[in-house]
């Protein structure tokens, strides 16, 4: 290897056996008289330029109890409610935004569905096709779209990930297809993205050489050695040391520690045993874990590495599907979701309701204590480069209104939005605030479903 050559425009690899581990950038790698000039100051420069913005999705199901959600006063002083408390570490890159609407997931006619309806129209703003078949019709989602404008620039042109599998065909609310209620990114008008709901497999696909076939004999080769991706890069890793400072050195440690981590954390918690093959026989991969905690940190975890090597700068991840009726014990709160968010108004439902959103809350700050512990080149962390919309299609999960949603937008955008605020709205498409955080990523386009421009957040 002689990473000291590469351009700078390119992300180091490490390479073996099925096995391309990226990593981040790296300033000492600035190649000598790059600029005309071997000077420190022109270096940071070069490498600060490549910084990349990136975006994500985040939805969660059912509603939210919206009283211990919204802010009481708007601006730079407003309070942080009870289930946006675990968020209060990271105020000054917080911005609620109320008032947003979700038009397309109302009847507009069709009756009953508003879970199916909620999670396709989220992203897309088109009126889902109400069919149980296989004639599926919605709209391309926000993140397709910034696919389709940046995606050449990285490994993966993005990431679908999520926590519930299930049906993706059949009728599963009010004759609305399953592929509605189980998709949040779609590529087109009749084609959603699946997303991927095994961590071991989301692991293979970062650190997969471009060989599908290699790679499951490689990792199969792997697990029946009892090796980790990292064995097999070990000598680009130390050749590499060579060239780097002493941060960088540091940086690559702290790097490939967390990789390590993971791959611990996966044999922990996979439902299937590591055990010998036969000769010759290739491993499927392994089921999810078997704790929703431990499922959701590690592809929080994941999508860290994809962010901090520029695997990817689009990435969506629903924390359970429209309509799910999991328990949350871990929340103190052992009842199935969607029938206590058909809460009547009884204060004991809106309780557990309440600590069921405060967890997923926990689980975002868990991301946003990762994304802002790693430091970039222009002096920000990944958090402050990233902008990351949580929320819901469904407000008042009582009521199924698609009103005042439940949103809120995490990160700077490379300081292209100012946080750390309540802004209200009057009835905006929550399709113009995706326009805006595609333009913050330099993946801009006309318009979005049913939007009606930007909503200005500079």
Known sequence: MNAINQPITRRTLLRGLGTAVTLPLFESLVPRGAFGQDTASLAKKAVTATVPRRVAWLYVPNGIHMPAWTPETTGKDFEMTPTLAPLAPYRDKLTVITGLVDDKANAHGDGGGDHARAQASYLTGAQPFKTGGANIHVGISADQAAAQKIGHLTKLPSLEIGIEGGAATGSCDSGYSCAYSHNLAWRSSTTPVAKDINPQSVFDRLFANGNPNETAEARARRENDRKSVLDYVINDANSLQKNLALADRQKLDEYLTSVREIELRLARTALDPVAPLPAGAVRPATGKPREYPDHAKLMMDMMVLAFQTDLTRVITFPLADEGSSRNYPWADA???????????????????????NMFHIQQLAYLCSKLDAIKEANGLSILDNTLIGYGSGNSDGNRHNHDNLPFILMGKGGHSVTSGRHLSVDNVPITNVWLTMLDSIGASIPSLGDSTGRLSLA
């Not at 052992?334 to 069921?356: E, G, N, Y």
Request: charged residues 15%.
């Open 334 to 356: 052992d009842v199935p979701h969607h029938p206590t968010s058909h809460h009547m108004s009884d204060p004991a439902k809106q309780a557990l309701l309440q600590k069921i």
